[in-house]
């Protein structure tokens, strides 16, 4: 297979432009009597570039001209501009809309430049027009072309529009018409572009031309601009130079005024070869920018093009039948050379060679022939597959014949033969003759056969046959004849075979093994698993031997706890005792059930085939009288207290399974004999010091004595009580109540972090804690906030209780818990108000802020009371006490007005106020002299009140010629006394004198400027 490869090297030298675009690849081939032709306009009035009018049109025309026995056979109309594209335009007043779209972005010292073209097939349109003026319009580039034209942009504005026309003309040559088109550029930094077309066949250069279809080409840039074939430079002087090929001219009608596109051709027929089968095209640019559209190649290039056809196919419609007949045609149709015999074919089943054939006669132009071939399809080639025909094909994908098209050889159709499926190993099936019907598993006979096919088994071959009467359960076959034969059908969806197989049931001397449990030893002890077993082995019934070494297992619900196995072979209708003693695990409960098999390895396989399978066990239920469990008895101990000691002795055995009687006796004795228990264990008192308990723990077949000890111990425990002093409370304030816990009626210390639960009218406040362990007689002083509810009364009682959470649990085992608690009614005080504070003013120091005295206050928040003031900027930290004002008597403002709150605070209660700070713009102080010495002491003009006051004044210092020196802004700052205007001092300090302002505020509160005199020493 030959195929024409085309190539686009683009060699990339970025320096600071660089482009992306679409590659220019092969769209359409014509072969045949033809030639093209190109018409098409720019939109450009004149040549782009640096100050040219930056203007283009909306729609311009051309002309087509064909002789009269020239007819279209195709048209392209191809149009391109700067931007990102106008994609709808209209031809002759047809709306025409791109159908395939192309893009170039270019990029020049960092700014990206976009460029598009678009194309639409207008054969029809052409056709039925025929020669005659042509115009494009509604390309409208108006409002993208200012930001490319030069300056500001690139110089790359433009616009335009060409029909590449395929025609024929009976008395041309067979020629190849290539359309290549893309969108492409070459410049200085993109210098070379280059085509390669492989796989010709040129037998005459007679004719053979390149053309094109160039944007943006300039022609006052001739840098190193080139076309070249085969590395010849083409040019046609004086139209197209052979160093500027892309200089707006149109080789068609001999135009130089295609402003910024070039519609050239070039004749080629002196830089190719008869016999050639390749040509390079290469495109140049030193400098110009430009864009490739589209190229186009008319070479005499004469070649068949054969292809092929599967009419029919005859067999593969019985059943195991692989002989095939195809019907096949071949062509050399749009081709421009006979296609000569023999050109081979091959078919191919899945890409396997299966039968080979080849044209008879030579096939001329447009012309066809018909074969046939008939072959068999081989064994390995499933059922199911392609079958492909392949003209120009020896049999291994290589062909002989050079062709215009290489990938269009073949022709292609699913097959589907009818296979019959495989019945592999069948056998014959056999059964002893024991005792009961015997049942075949006919399925086991066909195990080997693929389970993908469809099977059923019939007593009759006619059945099978017919595919009528399957055996409905083949897996449970009770045998009617003795042999019997049986039919098997097996089938796929296409085919189905028949064969049979033999079910024998056979006369076997088989013994027939049963056991009986004759007695049972142990299961009457309290608390014994150790079990002894009399049993029988019998052989009755039988037609064999029950060989010695049989197996017997045996099993407590279910459990295997013990194995055996016969001594001695038993003959027929004979017998063997046996004995067995095992202890039955303790995992198994007290009643199971006891089952003994003979012919059991130990999990339910026997190793002795028997007339019988199905009697092989016997069992009896079992109850073992289990002792009850006594865990986790422990000894109690209780520490010796004012009301008495009492013991719950449930807490000795609450480790013991309730599931058990269980009682509590004063000697081992009663508890043995099951008399005088003790009627309330969970409150006894006792009797001696230390004392034994006994206790009793039944089931209802056996019971345990056990018994565990009683004793009262002195304990140091200590006794916990609290209270605190009479307190008044103050509303929104915070209520610091000391507090003393005591241990005092008590034998041992309070541990430290005893809490303390601290209520107001039964509402939690807070929980405190002891710091110290307090010893015997000793008590602990501390204090606690208490933040007390807006909603109490004026009066409530205030509660402690120690040794309590607010979940009422204890943490201490005390002496006592009935002292834990005191309370006290409290009663909230007040102060007087404080009364209402003035607002202070102060001038603006600048931006709205001045320094104020927050303590001229004082006296008025005190009002002849005692107490603290404090100073806050937000009301949340006044309540809170907290984040106060660090020197209120030399306070900035932070914002303007702005409010601050003030607490006066004494031993009672506190209260709050507020009051403003606002600024307000004075009149500046202008001083009448300075000393610019750099003494640091009065070295500049400061005028008070001035600096971030006014931010609009315009300060003016003149001369007493009146001559202006200076001017200062408030950026400025104060003057410094060097001169800033004028040519006599300017920037340097001006002489000792006087000299003369003038002040403007551009304040509406000061409209009028301040004027006077300022004396300059040092």
């Known amino acids: 297979m030959h195929f024409i490869k085309h190539y686009v090297l683009v060699v990339l030298l970025v320096i600071c432009n660089f482009a992306f675009s679409q590659d220019i690849t092969l769209y359409q081939q014509f072969n045949g009597n033809y030639d093209y032709t190109a018409f098409g306009n720019t939109l450009n009035i004149t040549e782009n570039g640096a100050n040219s009018p930056c203007t283009i049109l909306t729609s311009s025309s051309a002309a087509l001209n064909l002789e009269p026995n020239q007819e279209v056979v195709a048209a392209f109309l191809y149009w391109a501009g700067s931007g990102p594209g106008d994609f709808d335009v209209t031809f002759n007043q047809v709306p025409i809309s791109a159908e395939r779209t192309f893009n170039l972005t270019y990029n020049q010292s960092g700014t990206d430049y976009i460029y598009f073209a678009a194309f639409a097939e207008v054969t029809q349109q052409v056709q039925n027009t025929g020669n005659g003026n042509y115009t494009l319009a509604d390309l409208d580039l108006t409002d993208v072309i200012p930001a490319y034209c030069s300056p500001p942009g690139s110089g790359t504005n433009f616009g335009g529009w060409a029909v590449t026309v395929v025609y024929e003309d009976s008395t041309l040559p067979i020629n190849q018409v290539n359309i290549f088109d893309g969108l492409e550029s070459v410049n200085r930094n993109n210098q070379t572009l280059e085509i390669t077309l492989n796989n010709l066949m040129v037998l005459d250069t007679e004719g053979a031309k390149i053309g094109f279809l160039a944007w943006e080409g300039d022609a006052e840039i001739a840098v190193n601009e080139t076309l070249r074939i085969n590395g010849y430079i083409l040019s046609n002087p ?64 004469e070649l ?205 001397p088989l013994p027939d093994a049963t056991i009986s449990l004759d007695n049972l030893l142990g299961d009457m002890e309290c608390g014994n698993r150790e079990l002894t077993i009399d049993y029988t082995v019998y052989n009755l019934e039988s037609l064999g031997i029950l060989p010695a070494g049989t197996p017997i297992a045996f099993y407590a619900d279910d459990l295997l706890i013990a194995q055996s196995a016969t001594v001695t072979d038993i003959p027929i209708d004979g017998y063997e005792e046996g004995s067995i003693t095992f202890t039955v695990p303790e995992e198994i409960g007290s009643d199971f059930i006891l089952k003994i098999v003979v012919d059991d390895i130990g999990n339910g396989t026997g190793i002795i085939e028997e007339l019988d399978e199905t009697n092989n066990e016997d069992g009896i239920p079992v109850h073992l009288l289990i002792n009850p469990i006594i865990t986790g008895l422990k000894n109690l101990e209780n520490c010796e207290v004012i009301d008495g000691d009492h013991f719950d002795l449930t807490e000795s055995t609450s480790e ?34 230390p004392q034994t308990i006994y206790v009793r723990v039944a089931n209802p077949d056996c019971f345990l004595v056990d ?232 070295d500049v003009f400061e005028i008070s009140n001035l600096l971030d006051v006014y931010p609009n004044f315009e300060l003016e210092i003149y001369s007493r010629n009146g001559n202006l020196i200076h001017t200062g802004h408030n950026q400025d700052g104060f003057w410094d006394g060097v001169a800033t205007k004028g040519l006599l001092f300017r920037g340097s300090l001006v002489p000792v004198g006087t000299y003369y302002y003038v002040l403007m505020l551009n304040d509406p509160n000061y409209p009028e400027p301040f004027i006077g005199w300022v004396y300059v020493n040092y």
């Open 656 to 689: 013991i399974d309730p599931i058990y009687d269980l009682s509590f006796h004063l000697s081992e004795e009663d508890a043995e004999n099951n008399v005088n228990s003790i009627p309330h264990p969970e409150n006894f008192q006792n009797t001696e010091n």
């Open 304 to 508: 068949p093009d054969a292809t092929i056809s599967i009419d029919n196919t005859v067999g593969g419609t019985e059943c195991n039948n692989r002989e095939l007949t195809v019907d096949y045609t071949v062509y050399n149709l749009n081709s421009t050379a006979l296609l000569p015999a023999p050109t081979p074919i091959a078919f191919y089943a899945d890409n396997i060679l299966v039968a080979q054939a080849a044209t008879i006669n030579d096939i001329p132009i447009d012309g066809q022939e018909s074969g046939s071939v008939s072959f068999t399809v081989p064994a390995e080639i499933g059922a199911d597959f392609i079958l492909k025909a392949v003209v120009d094909d020896i049999g291994n994908g290589t062909g002989i014949v050079r062709e215009l098209n290489e990938d269009n050889n073949e022709d292609e159709i699913a097959f589907h033969l009818l296979e019959n499926p495989v019945i592999n190993r069948l056998h014959d099936l056999e059964k002893c003759d024991i005792v009961g019907d015997e049942y075949f598993d006919l399925t086991e006979a066909t195990s080997q056969i693929d389970p993908i096919y469809e099977l059923s088994f019939h007593l009759s071959e006619e059945d099978a046959e017919n595919n009528t009467n399957p055996i409905l359960n083949p897996e449970t076959f009770r045998n009617t004849e003795n042999p019997q034969t049986i039919y098997i059908r097996v089938s796929n969806p296409d085919c189905f075979l028949i064969d049979s197989f033999t079910v024998t049931v056979l006369d076997c």
């Open 238 to 301: 004086p139209l197209n130079p052979p160093n500027n090929a892309f200089n707006g001219t149109n080789s068609f009608t001999g135009s130089n005024t295609l402003y910024n596109m070039d519609i050239d051709f070039y004749p080629i027929s002196g830089y190719i070869n008869v016999g050639d089968t390749s040509a390079t095209i290469q495109l140049t640019s030193g400098q110009d920018f430009v864009m490739i559209n589209n190229i186009i190649t008319v070479l005499n290039t």
């Open 707 to 938: 018994s565990f000890t009683v004793t009262v111990i002195f304990c140091p425990i200590p006794d916990a009580t609290v209270d605190f002093p009479e307190i008044n409370a103050c509303r929104n304030r915070i209520l610091l109540l000391p507090f003393t816990v005591y241990n005092l009626e008590a034998t041992g210390p309070l541990p430290a972090n005893v809490p303390i639960a601290f209520y107001a009218d039964e509402i939690p406040l807070n929980l405190a804690y002891t710091k110290n362990s307090i010893p015997v007689g000793g008590s602990e002083t501390n204090e606690v906030q208490l933040f007390l509810p807006d909603n109490l009364a004026d009066t409530f009682t205030l509660t402690a209780i120690v040794n309590e959470d607010f979940n009422g649990n204890h943490t201490v085992e005390e002496i006592r818990m009935d002292n834990n608690s005191f309370s006290r009614q409290v009663s909230f005080e007040s102060i007087p108000p404080i009364p209402n504070l003035p607002n202070l003013i102060k001038c603006d120091e600048g931006f709205n802020t001045a320094t104020f005295d927050l303590t001229v206050q004082d006296n008025l928040v005190y009002s002849g009371s005692d107490g603290l003031v404090v100073y806050f900027t937000s009301l949340e930290d006044a309540l809170e006490n907290s984040n106060p004002i660090s020197s209120p008597s030399d306070y900035k403002n932070v914002s303007d007005p702005q409010t601050i709150y003030v607490r006066f605070d004494n031993d009672i209660c506190f209260a709050t106020a507020s009051f403003l700070l606002k600024t307000e713009k004075c009149a500046p102080f202008i001083p009448q002299g300075f000393s610019p010495n750099n003494d640091g002491i009065n």
